[in-house]
T-cell receptor
Framework: GAVVSQHPSWVICKSGTSVKIECRSLDFQATTMFWYRQFPKQSLMLMATSNEGSKATYEQGVEKDKFLINHASLTLSTLTVTSAHPEDSSFYIC????????????FGPGTRLTVT | QKEVEQNSGPLSVPEGAIASLNCTYSDRVSQSFFWYRQYSGKSPELIMSIYSNGDKEDGRFTAQLNKASQYVSLLIRDSQPSDSATYLCAVIKGSTLGRLYFGRGTQLTVWP
């Protein structure tokens, strides 16, 4: 149980375009999902907290107009990187928690984004 | 002071030895503690959660929590080369509704 999927696993896009990343909880309902970014050899950085049916809460320094988050259902959250630039190239990871059971967070496999 | 601190290592142990990973946290009202393992280029994988003082064992892994000292540790017995990874300590603070605060991670290498 507690499986979280992400799609795509990797993506290459041109500078100025937008990219959408999907995060799904496969066998539980995720009342809350989190989006992280990780640069090489650095720790995870929380970008935003996404609650089903409400607006995402962004961490300080994260541009909400650039990183659009939608948590439209209890099993799906999406992150759209708009007008991507090479400095947005990173490893994006989502996690999901089913608060009905516990506070254990389960991570998706991540999406590696390269902006050329 | 950082929310969660770990000895950054790297930690290197021989196969079969016990690896000891340590973590301290700053928020006294924290209630939930987790250890994640992250292989290079992969996302974190939950290996242990602990909520009460004392020890919690799961196979070769033992998590230890001491809330009075604000200290949590992970012991890996009979270490295997496949245990080589970065281990992340994570804490949920008392009032943050599930948000994890991560340490910087300890890189463990188990050599044959």
């Amino acid at each position: 149980g507690a499986v979280v999927s992400q799609h795509p696993s990797w993506v290459i896009c041109k500078s100025g375009t937008s990219v959408k990343i999907e995060c799904r909880s496969l066998d539980f309902q995720a009342t809350t999902m989190f989006w992280y970014r990780q640069f090489p050899k650095q720790s995870l950085m929380l970008m935003a907290t996404s609650n089903e049916g409400s607006k995402a809460t962004y961490e300080q320094g994260v541009e909400k107009d650039k990183f659009l988050i939608n948590h439209a259902s209890l099993t799906l959250s999406t992150l759209t990187v708009t007008s991507a630039h090479p400095e947005d190239s990173s490893f994006y990871i989502c996690s999901a928690v089913d608060r009905a059971l516990s506070y254990e967070q389960y991570f998706g496999p991540g999406t590696r984004l390269t902006v050329t | 002071q950082k929310e969660v601190e770990q000895n950054s290592g790297p930690l290197s142990v021989p196969e079969g030895a016990i690896a000891s990973l340590n973590c301290t946290y700053s928020d006294r009202v924290s209630q939930s503690f987790f250890w994640y393992r992250q292989y290079s280029g992969k996302s974190p994988e939950l290996i242990m959660s602990i909520y009460s003082n004392g020890d919690k064992e799961d196979g070769r892994f033992t998590a230890q929590l001491n809330k009075a000292s604000q200290y949590v540790s992970l012991l890996i017995r009979d270490s295997q080369p496949s245990d080589s990874a970065t281990y992340l300590c994570a804490v949920i603070k008392g009032s943050t509704l599930g948000r994890l605060y991560f340490g910087r991670g300890t890189q463990l290498t188990v050599w044959p």
